[in-house]
């Protein structure tokens, strides 16, 4: 079995910043690709970062581009997700994802095997 365990949610003012990090274990270290995904109820979880085992390559949504950064630490089996200048539509429950099979379409949630509970970040006008 594999575990992912997201943290750093929380709530900010409109231009803030906010650290998440998404710890793994089991199964789940030895995902080739990481991701970040949003949720907002009523909606489909949307993609918003990847990177790959070495870091050579990191994708971002439109929305993340310039704002957020996602990085990793193989060491301490953990991945982050710095954002900054935040907007009150990033409003969400951000989840890391993994995928063990290095699938190529990271943009889907199929793509991934594992998956963290979930972390709000709030972000208020």
């Known amino acids: 079995q594999g575990q992912l365990v997201e943290s750093g949610g ?31 109820p009523g909606k489909e979880r949307e993609f918003v970062a990847v990177i790959n085992f070495s870091g050579s390559h990191i994708y971002y949504a439109d929305s993340a581009k310039g704002r957020f950064t996602i990085s990793r630490d193989n060491v ?18 951000y989840f890391c994802a993994a995928d063990t099979m290095a699938r190529g379409e990271y943009r889907r949630t199929d793509s991934y095997d594992y998956w963290g509970q979930g972390t709000q970040v709030t972000v208020s006008s």
């Open 10 to 40: 929380g709530t900010v003012q409109a231009g803030g910043s906010l650290r998440l990090s998404c710890v793994a274990s089991g199964r789940a270290l030895s995902a080739f690709n990481r991701a970040w995904f949003r949720q907002t």
């Open 76 to 93: 301490m089996n953990t991945i982050y997700l710095q954002m900054i200048s935040l907007k009150p539509e990033d409003t969400a429950v």
